[in-house]
């Protein structure tokens, strides 16, 4: 376009003016282009391209900012310093492009890209807390955050190695400590715990890049509270459902009748005192006698525990006196005990050894030891106690002890071997205590001991018997089975034997039926007279099997004539009892005829009639010289034993005609006839 024609008027002269600047900027805009804002990482290498300037030829590019880390090269705009964007995190660099005279200004903005580059920091490398007992879960202890100048998320871990669940963190990114379950100051009284912090990652996943952790360790106190009562010393601990009691069994202690015992007054198993349960807190203890001292008979140190006499005592009695200990801040936590003090009587003689040393040899483990001097006899360790002359000096309170060994052990005042011990010649010393003094006694002991070793058969190396074990094998089986055959014999014999006895008791019982009926006829007269048959047969009979009755001949043999005698004559204290007895179970009393009358004299006679045999004399039978008639009417009558009972109602029924066999004690008692 023309814009210099004189004709042209005004107007026209400004419109062609502006066409021409809008032109121009134009060309210069298009020439001088980049992009805004522009990302760029930190710690980057000098000279790395931060950006490219689009221009146009000829065209220059200048940077109108002092004194930053950039520079033109060409057309890019380059780093000419290492960024750091915990320094810097953004620039604005003013661009001046120049193109034929005319130019133009243009700013870039440079933002500073992080890169995990930095570590995180704890603030302290060591934190001490403390913490109670009994801290209810999920109580807090205390928050120990990391910083790290990138300003990532962290992530963190709790490890422990002495207590790893006692304690825990509120979350993963949340570096907050809770109780995890109750603590116990007697049990752990100081935890050590490591706590872990790690950038950008979560823990439970692999880091895809550098990953830097830190970590700081937490020493945590765990402070006692007073939450148990005072423990009388020594005792025995428990522990139930998580609480903690000491049991304490007493004391015990002596004093002497119408004696008052000067200064403390000395306590079994100790002297007596209390500690707080809590000892982390370790609060004074007050004493107090709250039952038992009726009589005011003791006192105690309030603040000791000490216990002393105040006046003596003249009733021989048992005295149990209760003893409180209470804290003396906290009143609330107290405990009791009992004292229990025997009153005794003084002693005047201390026990005493019979012996200034006892021998004793010893074969076994286990078995009495026997007097050496004696080996026939058991050795026995007794010490005396003069103040028991009433009793033979022995002492009920009185133990025995082996001083310093645990191999052996008396009883009773007798000495046993409780464990294996070489042979060998052992010295001790026995001590005799009288329990209710604590008055001792010692006296030497020499034990020899001299062990019988068993011997068994030997295996080979193989495994195998040889032949001289298998020949001692088969001689033990021989005696074994011997022993067998003797006993089976011998049982054989036996049995025999008794069945031969039984035989014999068949006889008698059917004699005893053969009397009955024979004699049943006989008539009776008023002086009875014996007639004694004895069966000589039988006198020299070896073969005691035998039934037979006869005698050489197959006949009686008279072997003597009794005159007449009364039977009241013949003495009770002779008759065998228990004879009669098994000769009622044997033969019924009702075999003898009911209806017959019986005289006073004549209670006291039994029947000759047993179940055993007579082996210091041979076995004795009863026969009759001749046969008797069926028709005679005689009569044979067994007294039975409980004739007694029916005495009375037989004195008053007539004496009868009838003539009786009657059988005298002496005769039950011998076997050797019967009277008539």
Same mark, same amino acid.
């Given at each position: 376009?023309?814009?210099? &024609? %004189?004709?042209?008027?005004?107007?026209?002269?400004?419109?062609?003016? =502006?066409?021409?600047?809008?032109?121009?900027?134009?060309?210069?805009?298009?020439?001088?282009?980049?992009?805004?804002?522009?990302?760029?990482?930190?710690?980057?290498?000098?000279?790395?391209?931060?950006?490219?300037?689009?221009?146009?030829?000829?065209?220059?590019?200048?940077?109108?900012?002092?004194?930053?880390?950039?520079?033109?090269?060409?057309?890019?705009?380059?780093?000419?310093?290492?960024?750091?964007?915990?320094?810097?995190?953004?620039?604005?660099?003013?661009?001046?492009?120049?193109?034929?005279?005319?130019?133009?200004?243009?700013?870039?903005?440079? @933002?500073?890209?992080?890169?995990?580059?930095?570590?995180?920091?704890?603030?302290?490398?060591?934190?001490?807390?403390?913490?109670?007992?009994?801290?209810?879960?999920?109580?807090?202890?205390?928050?120990?955050?990391?910083?790290?100048?990138?300003?990532?998320?962290?992530?963190?871990?709790?490890?422990?190695?002495?207590?790893? &669940?006692?304690?825990?963190?509120?979350?993963?990114?949340?570096?907050?400590? $809770?109780?995890?379950?109750?603590?116990?100051?007697?049990?752990?009284?100081?935890?050590?715990?490591?706590?872990?912090?790690?950038?950008?990652?979560?823990?439970?996943?692999?880091?895809?890049?550098?990953?830097?952790?830190?970590?700081?360790?937490?020493?945590?106190?765990?402070?006692?509270?007073?939450?148990?009562?005072?423990?009388?010393?020594?005792?025995?601990?428990?522990?139930?459902?998580?609480?903690?009691?000491?049991?304490?069994?007493?004391?015990?202690?002596?004093?002497?009748?119408?004696?008052?015992?000067?200064?403390?007054?000395?306590?079994?198993? #100790?002297?007596?005192?209390?500690?707080?349960?809590?000892?982390?807190?370790?609060?004074?203890?007050?004493?107090?006698? /709250?039952? #038992? *001292?009726?009589?005011?008979?003791?006192?105690?140190?309030?603040?000791?525990?000490?216990?002393?006499?105040?006046?003596?005592?003249? !009733?021989?009695?048992?005295?149990?006196?209760?003893?409180?200990?209470?804290?003396?801040?906290?009143?609330?936590?107290?405990?009791?005990?009992?004292?229990?003090?025997?009153?005794?009587?003084?002693?005047?003689?201390?026990?005493?050894?019979?012996?200034?040393?006892?021998?004793?040899?010893?074969?076994?483990?286990?078995?009495?030891?026997?007097?050496?001097?004696?080996?026939?006899?058991?050795?026995? @360790?007794?010490?005396?106690?003069?103040?028991?002359?009433?009793?033979?000096?022995?002492?009920?309170?009185?133990?025995?002890?082996?001083?310093?060994?645990?191999?052996?052990?008396?009883?009773?005042?007798? =000495?046993?071997?409780?464990?294996?011990?070489?042979?060998?010649?052992?010295?001790?010393?026995?001590?005799?205590?009288?329990?209710?003094?604590?008055?001792?006694?010692?006296?030497? =002991?020499?034990?020899?001991?001299?062990?019988?070793?068993?011997?068994?058969?030997? !295996?080979? %190396?193989?495994?195998?018997?040889?032949?001289?074990?298998?020949?001692?094998?088969?001689?033990?089986?021989?005696? $074994?089975?011997?022993?067998?055959?003797?006993? /089976?014999?011998?049982?054989?014999?036996?049995?025999?034997?008794?069945?031969?006895?039984?035989?014999?008791?068949?006889?008698?019982?059917?004699?005893?039926?053969?009397? @009955?009926?024979?004699?049943?006829? $006989?008539?009776?007269?008023?002086?009875?007279?014996?007639?004694?048959?004895?069966?000589?047969?039988?006198?020299?009979?070896?073969?005691?099997?035998?039934?037979?009755?006869?005698?050489?001949?197959?006949?009686?043999?008279?072997?003597?004539?009794?005159?007449?005698?009364?039977?009241?004559? @013949?003495?009770?204290?002779?008759?065998?009892?228990?004879?009669?007895?098994?000769?009622?179970?044997?033969? %019924?009393? *009702?075999?003898? &005829?009911?209806?017959?009358?019986?005289?006073?004299?004549?209670?006291?006679?039994?029947?000759?009639?047993?179940?055993?045999?007579?082996?210091?004399?041979?076995?004795?039978?009863?026969?009759?010289?001749?046969?008797?008639? %069926?028709?005679?009417?005689?009569?044979?009558?067994?007294?039975?034993?409980?004739?007694?009972?029916?005495?009375?109602?037989?004195?008053?029924?007539?004496?009868?005609?009838?003539?009786? !066999?009657?059988?005298?004690?002496?005769?039950?008692?011998?076997?050797?006839?019967?009277?008539?």
């Amino acid at each position: 376009m023309d814009c210099i &024609d %004189p004709h042209l008027s005004v107007g026209k002269f400004f419109i062609c003016l =502006l066409l021409v600047l809008f032109q121009a900027s134009n060309a210069t805009s298009q020439s001088c282009s980049f992009e805004s804002p522009v990302q760029f990482q930190e710690n980057n290498s000098v000279g790395d391209v931060v950006t490219t300037i689009s221009v146009t030829p000829g065209e220059t590019i200048a940077i109108t900012n002092a004194n930053v880390p950039f520079g033109i090269n060409g057309n890019q705009l380059i780093a000419t310093e290492v960024l750091d964007r915990e320094e810097t995190q953004t620039y604005a660099l003013g661009i001046r492009c120049t193109l034929e005279g005319g130019s133009i200004s243009k700013t870039i903005v440079v @933002i500073v890209q992080d890169v995990n580059d930095n570590k995180p920091i704890f603030e302290k490398d060591l934190y001490q807390e403390k913490v109670e007992e009994l801290s209810k879960i999920d109580s807090s202890v205390g928050e120990f955050p990391a910083t790290d100048l990138d300003g990532p998320v962290l992530y963190y871990t709790l490890t422990s190695e002495s207590e790893p &669940d006692a304690f825990k963190l509120r979350s993963q990114s949340t570096p907050e400590i $809770l109780v995890n379950r109750p603590l116990d100051y007697d049990k752990v009284k100081e935890v050590q715990l490591i706590l872990r912090a790690q950038v950008d990652t979560p823990l439970t996943s692999p880091p895809e890049g550098p990953s830097f952790t830190a970590t700081t360790t937490i020493m945590i106190s765990i402070t006692d509270t007073d939450n148990r009562p005072p423990w009388f010393e020594p005792c025995t601990r428990h522990t139930i459902n998580e609480v903690v009691i000491c049991q304490n069994p007493g004391y015990t202690g002596r004093i002497n009748l119408n004696e008052q015992e000067t200064g403390v007054l000395p306590l079994k198993p #100790g002297p007596l005192y209390a500690v707080d349960g809590d000892f982390g807190i370790k609060e004074e203890i007050t004493y107090y006698i /709250i039952a #038992g *001292n009726e009589d005011s008979l003791f006192q105690i140190n309030p603040n000791s525990g000490n216990i002393t006499m105040l006046r003596p005592t003249d !009733v021989v009695k048992e005295i149990a006196l209760t003893v409180l200990a209470a804290q003396t801040k906290n009143t609330h936590q107290l405990a009791t005990t009992t004292v229990t003090i025997s009153v005794r009587v003084t002693s005047l003689h201390a026990p005493e050894f019979q012996k200034t040393q006892y021998e004793a040899l010893i074969t076994s483990v286990g078995s009495m030891a026997m007097d050496l001097t004696n080996k026939d006899q058991p050795l026995q @360790i007794i010490a005396t106690d003069e103040d028991y002359i009433g009793a033979g000096g022995i002492n009920p309170n009185i133990t025995y002890s082996i001083e310093g060994s645990s191999d052996f052990a008396i009883i009773g005042g007798y =000495l046993f071997l409780t464990k294996d011990l070489p042979q060998s010649s052992v010295s001790l010393q026995v001590v005799a205590t009288d329990t209710s003094n604590d008055e001792t006694a010692t006296a030497a =002991l020499r034990v020899e001991l001299t062990l019988v070793m068993f011997s068994f058969v030997a !295996v080979g %190396p193989s495994g195998e018997f040889g032949i001289v074990d298998m020949a001692a094998l088969g001689a033990t089986l021989g005696v $074994l089975l011997f022993l067998c055959v003797l006993v /089976i014999g011998l049982l054989v014999y036996r049995m025999r034997k008794g069945n031969a006895a039984w035989k014999k008791i068949q006889e008698a019982s059917m004699f005893r039926s053969s009397v @009955i009926f024979v004699f049943a006829q $006989l008539g009776q007269a008023n002086q009875k007279e014996g007639i004694q048959y004895t069966n000589e047969a039988f006198q020299n009979d070896d073969d005691r099997s035998s039934t037979g009755s006869g005698g050489p001949e197959g006949r009686s043999v008279l072997t003597s004539w009794d005159p007449p005698k009364p039977v009241e004559n @013949i003495h009770s204290e002779e008759v065998n009892q228990s004879s009669s007895e098994r000769l009622r179970t044997q033969f %019924p009393d *009702n075999a003898s &005829d009911s209806g017959s009358d019986r005289a006073d004299n004549e209670k006291e006679v039994k029947p000759i009639l047993t179940k055993e045999r007579r082996v210091e004399e041979g076995y004795k039978s009863v026969w009759f010289k001749e046969d008797i008639d %069926p028709n005679a009417k005689e009569e044979v009558v067994i007294i039975p034993e409980n004739q007694d009972e029916h005495s009375d109602e037989e004195d008053e029924k007539p004496l009868s005609d009838s003539r009786k !066999v009657l059988f005298a004690e002496t005769d039950l008692d011998s076997g050797l006839g019967v009277k008539f």
